[in-house]
C-alpha cells in the first residue's frame, strides 16, 4: 500500500518562529489531508490539499502532486500551535485515508 | 449532529469482557471510518462503510473485532474478549465527496484501557 513518511519527527519552536513540516507518499493520491492532534486528542482538519496551495490565517499549505510531497508552513507560531501534525493520503485507486507517523510540535513562550 | 459524537469517551474494562463503542456520524454524510490510535502512533484504519455495508474491512485485525452500521448513520464497534493488546483510542470519522474524494471529519475518540 501507500506510504506516508513525514519529517522532522519532533520540532521545538520558539512563540514568535516559524516552521516547515513535510510530507512525502509514495504512490499518486487524490485526497491529501493535514490535521492537527491537540494535546486532548481531537484531530483536527487543516487543509484538505490533493494538489495547489492553500492559506488559512497563520497556516497554508503546498502539495506538488508530480513529485510526491506536501509542505505545511506554520508562521508566526504561538503556544496554542503545540501538538502533533499528521499528513494523511488516499491513494489514486484506494478508499482509505493512510497516515504518516507525525511530526510533534513544542511552541515555547 | 454539528460534529461526529462518539461514546464512551472512556471506557475501562477487565480482559475477557465484550465492549461496544459507538458513533454518530455528521448528518448527510453516507461514509463512516473507524481508526485506531495507539500511544504515540498515527492513527490505523480499520473498517469503512458506505451507506450500510462493510466497503472493506481490511483493517480489522481479528474476528473479535466487528462492526455495524443497520441504518446507514449510527455505527457501532464491538469487541469481544477483550485483551490488554486492545487498549487504544478509537477513532470515528465521517466524509463528504469532493471531486471524488472523501473528505474526512474526525471525532473526539473513544479511549479503551483493558486492564
Known amino acids: 500500500g501507500i506510504q506516508v513518511e513525514q519529517s522532522p519527527p519532533d520540532l521545538i519552536l520558539q512563540e514568535g518562529a516559524n516552521s516547515t513540516l513535510r510530507c512525502n507518499f509514495s504512490?499518486?493520491?487524490?485526497?491529501l489531508q493535514w490535521f492537527h492532534q491537540n494535546p486532548w486528542g481531537q484531530l483536527i482538519n487543516l487543509f484538505y490539499i490533493p494538489s495547489g496551495t492553500k492559506q488559512n490565517g497563520r497556516l497554508s499549505a503546498t502539495t506538488v502532486a508530480t513529485e510526491r510531497y506536501s509542505l505545511l508552513y506554520i508562521s508566526s507560531s504561538q503556544t496554542t500551535d503545540s501538538g502533533v501534525y499528521f499528513c494523511?493520503?488516499?491513494?489514486?485507486?484506494?478508499?482509505?485515508?493512510?497516515f504518516g507517523a507525525g511530526t510533534i510540535l513544542r511552541v515555547k513562550s | 449532529g454539528a460534529g461526529v459524537s462518539q461514546t464512551p469517551s472512556n471506557k475501562v474494562t477487565e480482559k475477557g469482557k465484550y465492549v461496544e463503542l459507538r458513533c454518530d456520524p455528521i448528518?448527510?454524510?453516507?461514509?463512516l471510518y473507524w481508526y485506531r490510535q495507539s500511544l504515540g502512533q498515527g492513527p490505523e484504519f480499520l473498517i469503512y462503510?458506505?451507506?450500510?455495508?462493510?466497503?472493506?474491512d481490511s483493517g480489522l485485525p481479528n474476528d473479535r473485532f466487528f462492526a455495524v452500521r443497520p441504518e446507514g448513520s449510527v455505527s457501532t464497534l464491538k469487541i469481544q474478549r477483550t485483551e490488554r493488546g486492545d487498549s487504544a483510542v478509537y477513532l470515528c470519522?465521517?466524509?463528504?465527496?469532493?471531486?471524488?474524494?472523501?473528505?474526512?471529519?474526525f471525532g473526539a475518540g473513544s479511549r479503551l484501557t483493558v486492564l
Open positions: 494523511a493520503v488516499e491513494a489514486l485507486r484506494g478508499n482509505k485515508l493512510v
Open positions: 504512490d499518486s493520491v487524490n485526497n
Open positions: 470519522a465521517s466524509s463528504f465527496s469532493v471531486s471524488g474524494a472523501n473528505v474526512l471529519t
Open positions: 462503510f458506505q451507506g450500510t455495508g462493510a466497503a472493506d
Open positions: 448528518s448527510g454524510h453516507t461514509a
